[in-house]
């Protein structure tokens, strides 16, 4: 079993700090537990030497901040978070080409079937988020259970749903069929999340 231990370059520290400091610490647990899930998918699909292991970390670790209080809310969580991402990378010196890779990978990172075509990099990091809410063929039970000691999930899905929410200030940050859309749809109608419904049945 992995020692878990995140990159530790100065680029990668900032990163994370990033992340630390503008989420709920369950939106920060969920990002850093997609990134070794999506370390992790790489790993075994052959896929760690063609796809930079700080690129990987970046669009994990970044790509909630759409639904996070730097989010104006004017948009579609997940271009406010790519958005975000770009920008905090560009101004760390990565490149505009990288850069536009995580941009790619944190805006398509709900959306089934795009993400997973529009290169490497978007599909590792979707499998990895996606991973995380028990939607994927994935690290073991084992590996999983592991993840979550050192990073617990800390009632994640209701957290995310109610950040998504709540960061709506404008229509067009919650298109009808887009994530927001939909949980907005389902906790009116229900009172409840498909999302968090499905997680009664993940055991963390």
Known sequence: MPT???PSSDIAATILAKARDS??????NH???SYWHARSYAESAGLLGEVPELLI??????HELGASPPAPGRERFEIEGADI????LLGLGVSESDTAQVWDAIALHTSAGLAERRGLLPRVVRMGIVADFGRAEGPSRDYQDA???KWP????ETVLVDNVIGRVQDPAAAPRFGMTGVVIHERTVHGISGMEVAARDLGW
């Open 85 to 88: 991402a770009a920008e905090t």
């Open 4 to 6: 878990f231990d995140l």
């Open 23 to 28: 989420q709920d610490v369950a939106l920060f």
């Open 147 to 149: 993840v979550h000691e």
């Open 31 to 33: 990002s850093v537990r």
């Open 57 to 62: 970390f970046a669009a994990t670790v970044l």
């Open 153 to 156: 999930r800390l009632n994640l």
